[in-house]
């Protein structure tokens, strides 16, 4: 229905039946030829008790009993048209037109065109043919039934993109709820290990000052160092969870400019690769893009104790292909795997792995134990 029974409308189409229903028996004492049945206005004064009813209870019905409303609606009118349509053509065409506003606001296109049609033969094998009550009744009822129609193609698509908002809040809640999981997965890897790591190493220090006073002055100055190093790599940490407002136009230049930063920050040299070819991403998997290099870049610095970095980016017909070498130890494995791979067998960066997921690229893992690794990414443009 298109207004709500709590609201204002009910009331409103209530007293305008009563004023209808009120005013016909007066016109058709005045207007009708005395010999007209007391049945006519015995109906009638039923009507009105029914109109009365209706507007004091101040809602609409629903369901069977607003179909029967609709009903006794269309048989009222039925009755001032067989009853004198001819001499009463205004009384009869008005409460038409409130007839058809009732049925389009409240009930469906069914309903409508049921009544348009019902109406509409009635009025043409009247005995003496109520030619104007007819045309009048043909001509609203095709008006109202185009209504009544675009009303419902309007409804579905209200309908239709409603559901595609709870289709696009579920996908928000589910990024949502995977990113909460991945920084809380990063976050368990990273500053909390350290964190935890030095919490341990405080615990030997204590116990050491207690047996050696020199012996801990010197520990405490590698944990001072030690804390020195975790600061650092919290700031990196925080730093590469910071979005960066960028296009697919300045990937390339961004992703740069993150180098550089990382260079900077971890005194790790960078070597930089990039297609002077703009990339043409959509604005969030550029994004995802650039916090995989960031990512791949932190872990270098967290794990691979490197000297040395080289980043490439280079874009080919159907896909950008992005890279991440290190001169580092490498990982605890050897070989080249892919992400399947990875995944079955459980190795990998994880954050790496899922953002790998999320833009369906192809993920290369090489590893060289003691000379270093290298990480490949292909993401599909098309």
Same mark, same amino acid.
Request: glycine fraction near 8%; aromatic fraction near 8%.
């Given at each position: ?21 009120? &005013? ?23 009507? /009105?008790?029914?109109? /009365?009813?209706?507007? /004091? ?12 409303? /609709? ?12 009853y004198g349509a001819d001499r009463m053509l205004w009384l009869a065409s008005a409460f038409y037109l409130f007839l058809l506003g009732e049925a389009i606001a409240s009930y469906s296109t069914v309903e409508v065109v049921v009544i348009v049609a019902v ?74 290990? +350290? ?35 975790? &600061? ?19 990937? &390339? ?55 040395? &970095? ?47 997921? +999320? ?24």
């Amino acid at each position: 229905m298109l207004f709500s029974p709590q609201s204002a409308w009910p009331r409103y189409v209530g007293w305008l039946r009563v004023l209808l229903a009120t &005013v016909a028996p007066a016109a058709s004492y005045l207007l009708l030829p005395s010999g007209v049945a007391p049945m006519f206005y015995g109906l009638m004064a039923l009507y /009105l008790a029914y109109a /009365l009813v209706v507007a /004091l209870r101040g809602r609409s019905h629903t369901g069977m009993l607003g179909l029967l409303a /609709l009903f006794g609606d269309t048989v009222f009118f039925l009755i001032m048209a067989s009853y004198g349509a001819d001499r009463m053509l205004w009384l009869a065409s008005a409460f038409y037109l409130f007839l058809l506003g009732e049925a389009i606001a409240s009930y469906s296109t069914v309903e409508v065109v049921v009544i348009v049609a019902v109406c509409a033969v009635f009025c043409a094998v009247l005995p003496y043919g109520a030619l104007v009550l007819e045309r009048t009744v043909i001509v609203a009822g095709v008006l109202a039934c185009a209504f009544a129609i675009n009303k419902r193609r309007q409804g579905l698509e209200i309908e239709r993109l409603r559901e595609k908002l709870l289709e696009a809040e579920k996908a928000a809640e589910k990024a949502r709820e995977l990113e909460r999981v991945r920084i809380a997965s990063d976050f368990h890897d990273g500053p909390l290990q +350290s964190f935890i790591s030095l919490q341990m190493r405080l615990e030997i220090l204590r116990k050491l000052m207690d047996r050696d006073m020199n012996a801990g002055l010197a520990d405490l100055k590698q944990l001072q160092a030690l804390a020195q190093t975790q &600061v650092r790599d919290l700031r990196t940490f925080l730093h590469s969870m910071r979005p960066v407002d960028v296009d697919g136009a300045n990937l &390339v230049a961004t992703a740069r400019r993150a180098a550089e930063s990382f260079q900077k920050e971890s005194g790790i040299p960078v070597t930089f690769l990039g297609t002077n070819s703009p990339v043409g991403l959509p604005a969030e998997m550029t994004q995802e893009v650039l916090q995989m290099v960031r990512e791949a870049l932190h872990n270098v610095q967290k794990h691979a104790g490197a000297t040395r &970095v080289a980043v490439a980016m280079e874009k080919t017909d159907r896909a950008l292909e992005i890279s991440v070498d290190d001169n580092g130890h490498g990982f605890g494995f050897a070989g080249s795997y892919s992400l399947e791979e990875l995944e079955l067998l459980r190795l990998g960066p994880a954050s790496l792995k899922r953002r790998a997921r +999320s833009l369906n690229a192809d993920l290369l893992l090489e590893s060289r134990p003691g000379s270093g690794s290298g990480i490949k990414f292909r993401i599909p443009l098309t």
